[in-house]
Structures are given as structure tokens and as C-alpha cells.
């Protein structure tokens, strides 16, 4: 048994506990001992006075053998109002205290008691009672303090001892006890936590509740609804793994066939004829959303993006490659692209993902604009605190529907505009996140929508001595 197991501190605290009780009773004792042999010493005087009063002619001898057995110096015994030394012998000091036993309150007695086993000097105290049996109105002896404390720490040793025993049966007991009824169960319930842990698609892993405690019953229902349902999330799990494999697959393929149908589009768009020529534009669409749909779902379905390789640079180089890039894209749209951002703004991050990032998001505001037949403009801008870099993509679309704002970041969840993957928004707020910042939904409506990317400047902080006094500047 180790001491720092439950069974260990169990029985060191019950050993303390009692200990401490026996302690708390130990006080009160003591002071009835001291009390009972006190009154037991009046009592021998009393018998001692009453073998002069019978016979006057006791010599010397036989009256210093009286008081010894008595172990006291003198008796005085008041009788009818009169108060009379019965015994006396020579006293070795003067007296140092008097104790009344007819009017000692419980207070007074554990502190006298206390006090005496404290204070080793062999003193001599008068001790005033009330006679046994009605033979006299006071008795009263003189007595030296030695014997007293000699006798209070045979006694308290005896309780002590008798306490140490006592207190180790019952921890034994209670240490018994509670290893049955607790600590057996508990081992159980974590025995059968380290078995799901190791095979938790075995069924038989899972706890049957049995314990008869309420608490602890409480505990295996808890712990058996927990495991049914992570078993059922792991085989979910596998099987989502599983259909995410053949999706790849399946992606990767329509892709080479699509790549192939995008070579054959390009040349039957060469064709003079006019039926030809209206329905070239709309295959040509067809098939590049079919690629991007590919491209995106094969991105997304890799076990995860790569740790981000940061850099600083500056921010309006990367936004300036975004912004061409859609310019071309948008072809001869209403479409006009703005940009906010002070050339000197210099950001830590990873350039690739970060135009990754923005490219998403620009690219999402310009297919919502075209999707409405208007004009529209999208504005990039950046500004940097003292904690963080902060970017906004706006644009003056026609916001995203109710349905899109609840499902914004969650993969395959489109929302916003027909035939879009909704893999864009996810990709890029676990871009983000990879950078330790957060993509967040600042406003969207009739008049547009913006979108904000949030970069710490903690890291870029510690790694760079020059980013605080640039920050201060």
C-alpha cells in the first residue's frame, strides 16, 4: 500500500482524526483524574481524623503514620462551627495555592489540570472539600504537588496509549471498509477506462454499471453513456474516413477527365457556328466550376494544411497578386477592386497561405456580385494595433442569405451562391487558425459584406526585436 493512494491517505487521516478526538478527550479526563485524587486524599484524611477522634491518646509515631498514608502534612476538619487540627506534621514550604473543590467549575479544572502537567516544581497547596458521609461541615489538607503530577502522567500515558490503540483498529476498520465498498469499485471503473482506451471499437469494452453505491453507480452510467457514444463516434468516424478516401479518389479522377474536357471546350470554342459559339461560354463555366469543385474537395479532404512557415514582408505586395489575379478573372464585369493598405505595413505570417486566404475571400465577394447581373466593388484594407494585424475584404454584393451565416465555416455547407462548394470559408478560417488569429463576420446585408482577418503579433513579437519600437512608431 502506498501513502499517496486513496487506501494510503484514508488511513492516515483516520489515525489523525482519532488521534485528534482522543486528544479532545484526553483534556476532560485528565482533569477528572486530578479531581478524583484530590478527593480522594480528603477522604483518607477525613478516616485519619476520625482514628484521633475516637481515641485522643494516639502517639506521635502512630499520628505521623496516619498522615503519611493519607500522603498529606496536616487535616483540619471543621465540626459544629468549630475548626479544629486534627493532624499536623512539619510543612516543607509555605503554600502556594489553595484549591476549593466544593466551587471548581469544568473550565477551571481542565486548566488547572493543564496547568499541572506543565509545571514540574514539587509546590505545596491546600485543598478545601466538602467531608464524605456528613462527618463535618470542611475538611481541610495540606499536600505537596509531586505525587499529584506523578500520578497524572501514569494515568495520561495509560489514556494515550489506550488512545493509539484504539485509533489504529479503527483506521484498520474504516481502511477495510473503505477498500471494499470504494476503492475496489473505483479500480474497476478505471481497469475498465484503460481497456476501451487500448480497443474502444470492442464493444465488450464498454462498462456494464453494477455497483451497488449510489455515487458510484451514478459514475459507471455516466462513464457507459460515454463510451457507447465515443465507440459510435470512432466507427462514424472511420466510416466518414473511409468515404473520404474514395471521394479523393473519385475527385482525382473527374478531374484528369475534366482537364481533358476543358482542352476539347477550348478548341470547339474556335468554331464559327453560332449555336456553338452561345453554348461554348456555358460549358466552359460548367466545367471550370467542376474543376474548382475537384480542386477544393481534394484540398480539403488532406489530413491537414502545413504548419505555417512565417515570414515578414510586406502586406500590399501579396493583396496587389490577389487583386490582378481577380481583375483577370472578372473579365469585362462592372467589377471595380480597391486597395487600402499603407505600403510600409509589414505582416509575419505564411505569404502562401495568406494569398490563399485572400484569395478565397475576394473570389466569394466577386462570384456574389456577378451572380446578381450589377456592378459592384470589393475593397482590401489593413491597419495594425499594438496586438494585431487586422484585414477587411468588402464588397457591395448582395450579403449572404440567413441559411449561410449559420453554416459560414463548416466545409460542404453552401450557402450563399448556386453551384459553390462552401470548402472556400473553411479553408480559409483553418488558415487562419493555423496562424493562432480567427476569420470572423463583421456585418453583411443589401449593402455588402465584410469580412475581417484577425493576426496576433504576439509570436511576431517574440521573434522580431524590431516589430515593438516599428509598433511604437
Known sequence: MHLN???????????????????????????????DYLQNRLERAQIASLVLLADDMIDAELEQELLQNAEVFNVVL????ARELMLSSPVPGPVAMSIDLRDESAVMMMRDALARLINPDNEVIRVIGDPVREGGLVIEVTMETAP???????????????????SVATALLLFL??????????????????????????????????????????????LHDLQEQLSGALKQRERLAALGGAVARISHDLRNILT???????????????????????????????????????????????????????????VADVMDSERLASGEDDLSYSED??????????????????????????????????????????????DEWTIRVEDTGPGLPPKAQELLFQPFAAGGRKGGSGLGLAIAAELVRGHGGRLELERTGPEGTTFAIHLPRGLETLADPTATAEAAQ
Open 5 to 35: 493512494s486513496l487506501s494510503g491517505r484514508f488511513l492516515i487521516l483516520t489515525v489523525a482524526f482519532v488521534m485528534l478526538a482522543e486528544v479532545l478527550i484526553f483534556v476532560p479526563s485528565i482533569a477528572r483524574f486530578r479531581d
Open 78 to 81: 471543621r465540626r459544629d462551627e
Open 148 to 166: 499529584l503530577r506523578a500520578a497524572m502522567l501514569e494515568y495520561g500515558q495509560r489514556i494515550l496509549l489506550l488512545s493509539a490503540l484504539i
Open 177 to 222: 471498509a473503505v477498500r471494499r465498498l470504494m476503492v475496489r469499485p473505483i479500480k474497476k471503473v478505471v481497469h475498465n477506462m484503460m481497456g476501451f482506451a487500448r480497443a474502444p471499437e470492442d464493444a465488450r469494452q464498454i462498462i456494464a454499471p453494477s455497483s451497488n453505491v449510489r455515487e458510484l453507480r451514478e459514475a459507471e452510467e455516466a
Open 260 to 318: 481533358t474536357a476543358q482542352l476539347f471546350a477550348d478548341r470547339v470554342e474556335m468554331s464559327e457556328d453560332p449555336g456553338v459559339q452561345k453554348a461554348v461560354p456555358k460549358l466552359m463555366g460548367s466545367i471550370n466550376r467542376a474543376v474548382n469543385l475537384c480542386e477544393s474537395t481534394l484540398a480539403f479532404g488532406r489530413a491537414e494544411e502545413p504548419a505555417p512557415r512565417l515570414d515578414r514582408f510586406p502586406l500590399a505586395n501579396v
Open 341 to 386: 493598405v499603407p505600403a510600409n505595413l509589414s505582416v509575419r505570417a505564411d505569404p502562401e497561405q495568406l494569398y490563399r486566404i485572400l484569395r478565397n475571400l475576394v473570389r466569394n465577394a466577386r462570384q456574389a456580385i456577378q451572380g446578381t447581373g450589377k456592378g459592384g466593388e470589393i475593397m482590401v484594407s489593413a491597419f495594425e494595433a499594438p
